[in-house]
């Protein structure tokens, strides 16, 4: 289930570009069930985050960036009345 708390999400990676239509059309398909699975994955994972760095951490935003794969998460997130963010490699982020 997505968090409906989070006030953005946002995904940033690139597709490889290929001559043929069908596999282009392929590709494309490809990266859309891995975000998809990502998405219900990462969110999943940063509702159940309470404490970052810390210190209590109210989740509101998640950036998801990389190449052709997701290779690094940054979290948005207030604590103390102040906004964050906290960048993590894959790892990282699913080790939190």
């Known amino acids: 289930m997505i968090n409906t ?11 490889q570009i ?3 239509p069908l596999e282009q059309a392929q590709e494309t398909l490809r990266l859309t069930k891995y975000v998809t699975s990502e998405i219900i994955s ?3 994972k940063v509702t159940s985050i309470t404490r970052l760095k810390g210190h209590p951490a ?3 935003g998640l950036k998801m960036t990389g190449g052709s794969v997701i290779e690094n998460y940054e979290i ?7 906004r964050h963010t906290a960048t993590y490699s894959k790892k990282e982020f699913y080790d939190l």
Request: proline content about 0%.
């Open 18 to 20: 290929k001559k043929d």
């Open 58 to 60: 109210t989740i509101k």
């Open 76 to 82: 948005i997130y207030d604590s103390y009345g102040e």
């Open 42 to 44: 990462a969110t999943a």
């Open 5 to 15: 708390k989070l006030e953005s999400l946002v995904i940033d990676l690139s597709c």
